[in-house]
Structures are given as structure tokens and as C-alpha cells.
């Protein structure tokens, strides 16, 4: 009976010489996570990143440490998620996504961690609503939303001016006459462009132009609905009079050149553009009036507006790692943090900061956003790439008058996934 | 003699090894897994589930998938018989060895060692509707400007023409072929009276024939994949006037549509293997490379 008693003393104490050491590892070891990211190199959120991940471990030195692995290029960095992704792998513990009708595939693979559970209380109550609406599906919140854009048209005003047109025009009675005015005084009107995978500028103002007619849930109709029909008419219009010559074909590069170059008065993009140098370097940029595109249809008081980087992370069944993936996440997306984001690169945030933006430039698309009294999905966000790529390989020969506006738009739902 | 040959055996595995290691992971393998997932459907987010056919039935049932694939045939045949009897003309001419011919056979080939992405951005530039060249070589005898690449009547033929002028690649092929015929044929031509056209007819082409087969074989074979200059041109528009299978492959991953993306990966490898095939068939005899393989 001694015997049996000093032997279980022994094995107990051989168990807790054995377990120490793992567990005062396991205690001590610090939690490395690994976050390929974009904002790096001579992005605009570049410093305000490595700020905050830099403030980050230091206030977590010895038990998390988040690691960038910086991907300057934007495409490679989208492949790169995708690969891993379809791979089987998570592209690292945190990562963005553009979360789109294509990229919502995602949210069916079991490599995204879930925060539905995560998110809640003050905390969830910072995002805007629509865009968690957004970003959950099935119920399932795969990835948070960050970084949004609304997608106005840019006036030169100086332009205008220079023609005659002495303020933006809001409806399309003011629209054309317009367009004429600028037209005759030697220049084209606006920036449009067939090019490229999403006919990015032009998408905008189909996009401007849909809502109006069909109101923000137009996207949810069949692309043979009359909204769209009454949009490629008018983008029809704007192709064969109103624009330069190389729009059809043409690139997002070539698009904007023309309005930097001041060839063009009108231009469409979101509010990364007002960063450039190029465009700060002009005489006109003073003078840019950011505003809505003139509303042909009865929705009129909105904007187009887009989830332009959604946060993910790597699904992790240590529980150790899962909480401090999320203790990452709430420190990334804390008012204090999105509005030093905010101030320093000009982007806008799907979660309230309570930033009011000093430059006049970027203040404007601040204004417009909160002066709309509903948001709409751009086309390429709502229908997804595939329906994107046709709508811009048929958007040229809807200018070049190949195809009607009922094909046009009947050519563009045959790809439409529903 | 029997165990002298099994080690020679075991020898020539070795060596072979590593090679055929390579073509097994990076052909045989990607090939099997294009072959699969061309039969799934697979979209990028969960698990592939089988799509039987259908993957295929959508592409050939696609216009613009259509368009690709007859794009592709124009480009095989463009880059054939357009740009390597080019080369074959400029080949022939050099090998007469007239004047500055060595610095031209240079200049011939220079665009050969440049980005394609630079002649790419080049031939934008020359084309545009409202400052390009052709604009002004157009203007100069009166014509109006025209968008080349922005209609889909012209784009096709504007892309095509910007690869095929660079003849240098097979230029230079041809050349070393055409040095290296025996200058007594020539000489004896002369004697009897053969015209330089006459001898270039019955003696270099003759002599070419083999080097020629090679390089419509190349030629045809790029023709097939061709992708960079178009895709960095027009993207494949507008309308899908330029787009190649290549490109139309390239779209669908780009939409996450793996699963199209790969039977449009597998219609271009059986295409392009049958037009190899034929042309080896066809233009096989006296072909070192054909000859070689037989």
C-alpha cells in the first residue's frame, strides 16, 4: 500500500516535471500573426498601417506580435488571395478581400474565420449597418467591412465656367445643354472608356444612371428591365457626342489622362484619385466640384457606393491565436485608429471614426456621402466580374451602334449569375 | 553483355530522373489537374463538385468563347503565312550579302530583345484616333482619323499587324539557313543562266524547306496562345473582336470561374496539339525537327 501511495507521489511529480515546461511555453510563448497587406510601399495608408501595428505590438510585446508582409502590387495581391484560397490555404491570419458578387463564393470555404460571434455590442455598433449587411451572408460574417468608396462625378468647374455652364448641372433638362456648351468650347465633356475589364469610369455613370431609374435595389432585376435599357441609351448618347474619341477601347489610364490633361470637364472615380499628385499638380484642381451625376429616373437624393477592402482572417481552431487575431482586428478597426487611417490617406471607413476631413477636396466626398439619403451598389460590386467584363466589351459596340440598347442589355443578363 | 546493359539501364534512369521529374510536376501534373477541374464545377469558394460537360457546353455554346477560338485560327494563320514568309523575303534578300545587310539584319531583330509591353504601348500610341501616326499618314492623303483599335472592323486586323511586322525572330532562323547553302549551286545557276529570281525559287526555297517548316510550326503554334500584346492592347474588345482563347481563359479566372477557365485551358492544348500535329504531318519532310522526332 506505501508502495502504491510513494509510486503515484512520483508519477505525479514525473507528470508535473513533464507538463511545466510546455505549459510555461505554452504561457509564454508569443502569438505571431502573419498579415500580407497592401497598405504598404507608397500606398496612402502605408504609414498610418505600420503606426498602428507598430503601437500594436508594442502594447502586446512578448505575447502578440503582428508581422506585415507587404505586397505592393495590387492585382499580384489579389491573385495571391485567391490562389491561397483556392489552394486550401489561408493566405495568412489576416488579409483583405474585395468582397463582391464573385469573391462571396468565398464565404462557402471553411479557410475564413466567422466573427458573427465576435462582433457585438459597442464594437459591432461602430460599423455602418449597410455595409455589415453586405458583408454578412447566411448569416455568416466572414470578413469585416473597412475601407468603402462612393463613386461621384467630378466637375472641373473652371471648365464649366469656360463654357459658359455657370454651376453643375443636377438634372438632365440642365445636363445636355450643357454638354453642348463645353462641347463647343473645344473640348470633350466627359471621361468615358469601353476598356479594360470593368470600363471602370463609364461603369460609374451607367451605375448613376440605373439607380436613378430603378431605384437602389435595381440590381436584384433582370438587366432586360427598362432602368437599364433607359441607361445604355443614355450612355449611348454620351458615347457618340459627348466624349473623346478613343473612349472606345479606351483605359482607366487614358479616361482619367483626358481629364487631368483638362481634355475632358467631367470624370467619375472614387476618392483615392484626389490623392494623386498629378491631379493636385493641376491648375484646375482648385476648382473640382466632386457632386452626383444629374438624375434622369425619380431616385434622386443617393450615391453609388462600394466595399472597397473587406478584412479577413485565417479560420484557426487554437483559441489562444483565434483571440488575438480578434484583439488585432477591434485595435485595426477602434475609432482612434480608422480616423488616423482616415486622416492621413483621404479613404473613407465603413466604421464611424467621427473624422471630419480638413482638405476641401476630400471633405467634398465626405459631405456627399452623408448628404445622400440612401447608398446603391455600383454595377461591378452588385453583378459581379463576369457580367462586369460583358458590360464593358458591349459597351463599345453599343457606341459604336453594332448592338441596340435592348441587345446591349440582353447580351449583358445571359452572363448574369443568379 | 546482359548485365553491362541492365546498368546502362539503370544509368540511363538516373540521368533521365530528374528530367522526367520535372515534366511530371510541371506538366503531367497540371495537366491531369486541368483535366479534372475542367470537369467540375468550381468556383473559387468551397469544394469542386462535378459538372460532367457542362463546363464545356457553356463555352461552346458562347458567342464570344466562338469568337476566341476563330480569333485564335486568324492569328495561327496571320503569324504563318504572313510573318514568316516576311521573314522569309527579308531572309532571302540579307543572304545576297548586299550592303549594310549585317546592320540590318540587327535592326530586324531588335524588336526581338524589346518589351512586349513597350511595342504594346508603342503601337497604342500610333494608333490613336486623336494623335497616333497612322492618324497623320492618314490625314496626309486626306482621309479622316480612324479608331483601329476602338472598332471592332479594324481592331482585330490592327493587333494582328502590330506582331507580324516583327519578322526578326525567323528572319534570323532563315538567314543562318540561307548562309549556309552551298555557294557552288549558285555559282553553277549563274553559268547556265538562271535569273537571281530563278535561283532563289529553285535553290534557296528548295534548301529553306525544312527551316521554313519550323518556323510556320512556331509561328502557328504562338499564333494559338497568343495573349500579351492583345490583352495589353484591347483586353480582348471591344465586342470580344480581339480576344483570344488565352484571354477569354484569363477572364474566367479572373471571374472565378475555374472550372470554365480549365476546359478553356484544354480546348486550347487539344487545338493547338492537332495543329501541331497536321503541320508536322504536313510539312514534315525535310524538317530536322519533324525528322528528329520520327
Redesign the interface.
Same mark, same amino acid.
Do not use: C, I, W
Given at each position: 500500500m506505501r508502495t502504491t501511495a510513494r509510486s503515484r507521489v512520483l508519477a505525479l511529480a514525473l507528470l508535473a516535471l513533464l507538463a511545466l515546461p510546455s505549459l510555461a511555453a505554452a504561457q509564454g510563448k508569443e502569438i505571431v500573426l502573419k498579415w500580407p497587406c497592401i497598405w504598404v510601399g507608397k500606398d496612402s495608408k502605408a504609414p498610418a498601417i505600420a503606426e498602428i501595428v507598430e503601437a500594436f505590438n508594442a502594447a502586446n510585446a512578448g505575447k502578440v506580435r503582428v508581422e506585415i508582409e507587404p505586397q505592393p502590387d495590387y492585382n499580384a495581391y489579389e491573385q495571391k488571395v485567391?490562389t491561397a484560397?483556392?489552394a486550401g490555404q489561408a493566405p495568412g491570419d489576416i488579409f483583405t478581400l474585395k468582397l463582391n458578387a464573385?469573391?462571396k =463564393?468565398?464565404?462557402?470555404? &471553411?479557410l475564413l474565420m466567422d466573427f458573427s460571434k465576435d462582433l457585438t455590442g459597442a464594437w459591432r455598433a461602430s460599423f455602418d449597418a449597410g455595409a455589415l449587411a453586405q458583408s454578412t451572408i447566411d448569416k455568416k460574417l466572414k470578413t469585416l467591412p473597412f475601407e468603402t468608396a462612393v463613386l461621384p462625378i467630378w466637375y472641373n468647374s473652371a471648365a464649366l465656367k469656360a463654357a459658359g455652364v455657370s454651376s453643375v448641372p443636377s438634372t438632365m433638362a440642365e445636363f445636355w445643354p450643357a454638354m453642348d456648351k463645353i462641347k463647343a468650347s473645344g473640348i470633350a465633356p466627359m471621361s468615358q472608356m469601353?476598356? =479594360?475589364?470593368n470600363a471602370w469610369t463609364s461603369m460609374i455613370w451607367f451605375s448613376h444612371f440605373a439607380v436613378s431609374f430603378g431605384g437602389p435595389d435595381i440590381w436584384a432585376k433582370p438587366f432586360t428591365d427598362k432602368a437599364f435599357v433607359e441607361s445604355a441609351k443614355l450612355m449611348k448618347r454620351i458615347f457618340e457626342g459627348y466624349t473623346?474619341? =478613343?473612349?472606345?477601347?479606351?483605359?482607366a489610364g487614358v479616361s482619367g489622362g483626358h481629364f487631368l490633361a483638362g481634355r475632358t470637364a467631367l470624370f467619375s472615380n472614387g476618392p483615392w484619385y484626389a490623392g494623386r499628385a498629378d491631379l493636385r499638380a493641376t491648375p484646375f484642381f482648385p476648382s473640382i466640384v466632386i457632386a452626383r451625376a444629374p438624375a434622369p429616373g425619380p431616385t434622386k437624393n443617393f450615391m453609388i457606393s462600394r466595399l472597397q477592402a473587406n478584412v479577413a482572417a485565417g479560420e484557426t481552431k487554437d483559441k489562444a491565436r483565434r483571440a488575438a487575431i480578434v484583439q488585432f482586428l477591434r485595435f485595426l478597426t477602434s475609432e482612434e485608429n480608422v480616423r488616423k487611417l482616415a486622416q492621413s490617406s483621404g479613404a473613407m471607413f465603413a466604421i464611424d471614426s467621427g473624422y471630419v476631413p480638413i482638405d476641401p477636396l476630400q471633405k467634398q466626398f465626405y459631405d456627399i456621402a452623408a448628404a445622400s439619403k440612401v447608398t446603391a451598389n455600383d454595377l461591378e460590386a452588385a453583378l459581379?466580374?463576369?457580367a462586369t467584363?460583358?458590360f464593358? @466589351? @458591349?459597351?463599345?459596340?453599343l457606341a459604336?451602334g &453594332?448592338?441596340t440598347a435592348e441587345e446591349f442589355c440582353a447580351l449583358v443578363e445571359k452572363k448574369i449569375d443568379r | 553483355m546482359r548485365r553491362h546493359g541492365n546498368r546502362n539501364l539503370g544509368l540511363i534512369a538516373l540521368f533521365l530522373a530528374p528530367a522526367l521529374l520535372l515534366f511530371a510536376a510541371f506538366f503531367l501534373y497540371p495537366l491531369g489537374f486541368t483535366l479534372v477541374t475542367s470537369l467540375m464545377r468550381w468556383?473559387?469558394?468551397?469544394g469542386m463538385s462535378p459538372n460532367g460537360l457542362a463546363n464545356y457546353a457553356k463555352l461552346l455554346g458562347d458567342s464570344?468563347f466562338r469568337l476566341a477560338m476563330r480569333n485564335n485560327a486568324i492569328w495561327a494563320l496571320a503569324s504563318g503565312f504572313v510573318q514568316v514568309p516576311l521573314a522569309a523575303l527579308v531572309a532571302m534578300i540579307l543572304a545576297r550579302g548586299p550592303r549594310g545587310w549585317r546592320l540590318l539584319r540587327t535592326i530586324y531583330f531588335l524588336p526581338n530583345v524589346i518589351s512586349t509591353v513597350a511595342l504594346a504601348m508603342v503601337w497604342v500610341t500610333l494608333y490613336?484616333?486623336?494623335y497616333g501616326a497612322f492618324k497623320a499618314l492618314l490625314g496626309l492623303v486626306g482621309l479622316p482619323?480612324r479608331?483601329w483599335?476602338?472598332?471592332?472592323s479594324t481592331?482585330l486586323a490592327a493587333v494582328i499587324l502590330q506582331t507580324v511586322v516583327y519578322i526578326g525572330y525567323y528572319m534570323i532562323i532563315l538567314l543562318a539557313a540561307a548562309l549556309s547553302i552551298p555557294r557552288e549551286l549558285y555559282e553553277a545557276a549563274q553559268i547556265d543562266g538562271a535569273s537571281t529570281l530563278v535561283q532563289e525559287l529553285r535553290i534557296t526555297l528548295p534548301m529553306l524547306r525544312g527551316s521554313l517548316a519550323t518556323c510556320v510550326t512556331l509561328a502557328m503554334a504562338y499564333g494559338m496562345r497568343h495573349f500579351e500584346s492583345t490583352f495589353l492592347m484591347?483586353?480582348?474588345?471591344?465586342?470580344?473582336s480581339t480576344s483570344t482563347m488565352g484571354i477569354a481563359l484569363y477572364?474566367k479566372m479572373?471571374?472565378?470561374?475555374?472550372g470554365e477557365a480549365s476546359a478553356a485551358g484544354m480546348i486550347l492544348i487539344l487545338l493547338g496539339t492537332v495543329l501541331v500535329a497536321a503541320l508536322r504531318r504536313a510539312l514534315g519532310r525535310g524538317d530536322p525537327l519533324a525528322e528528329a522526332a520520327q
Open positions: 485567391r484560397l483556392m464573385s469573391t =463564393d468565398f464565404y462557402s470555404n &471553411k469601353s476598356g =479594360d475589364t473623346t474619341p =478613343d473612349a472606345v477601347g479606351a483605359g459581379g466580374a463576369e467584363l460583358e464593358a @466589351q @458591349q459597351l463599345g459596340a459604336l &453594332k448592338v | 468556383k473559387g469558394g468551397g464570344s490613336n484616333p486623336q482619323a479608331h483599335l476602338g472598332d471592332p481592331a484591347t483586353g480582348g474588345g471591344p465586342a470580344y477572364l479572373d471571374a472565378l470561374r475555374y
